[in-house]
């Protein structure tokens, strides 16, 4: 069964055109790997989805604010996800 963070992944890959989506991957086992980087292209604007075990909820935070906010739905992720690259990308 995929988990939450593929299906977000496929919705927002078809929607959001040059998405790239990369887990963060730390040295030791014992470090939180549940952490996944959302870029476009070589835009500088970035947002991270963080989730230990990469189902919802997720915490979302973005480079352009401070604000920190937790969805956990697919399709509140997706429009999150495709509102962000709008308005920064």
């Not at 929607?15 to 952490?35: N, S, T, Y």
């Amino acid at each position: 069964m995929p988990q939450d963070i593929d299906i977000v992944s496929e919705r927002a890959f078809a929607e959001v055109p040059g998405l790239k989506i990369e887990r963060l991957r730390h040295a030791h086992a014992a470090d939180d790997d549940g952490v996944w980087f959302i870029r476009r292209g070589g835009e500088k604007d970035e947002m991270q989805l963080e989730s230990s075990t990469g189902d919802f909820p997720f915490l979302v935070e973005t480079s352009s604010s401070s604000e920190r906010r937790t969805v956990a739905t697919v399709d509140e992720a997706v429009t999150l996800i495709r509102s962000f690259f709008e308005k920064y990308g």
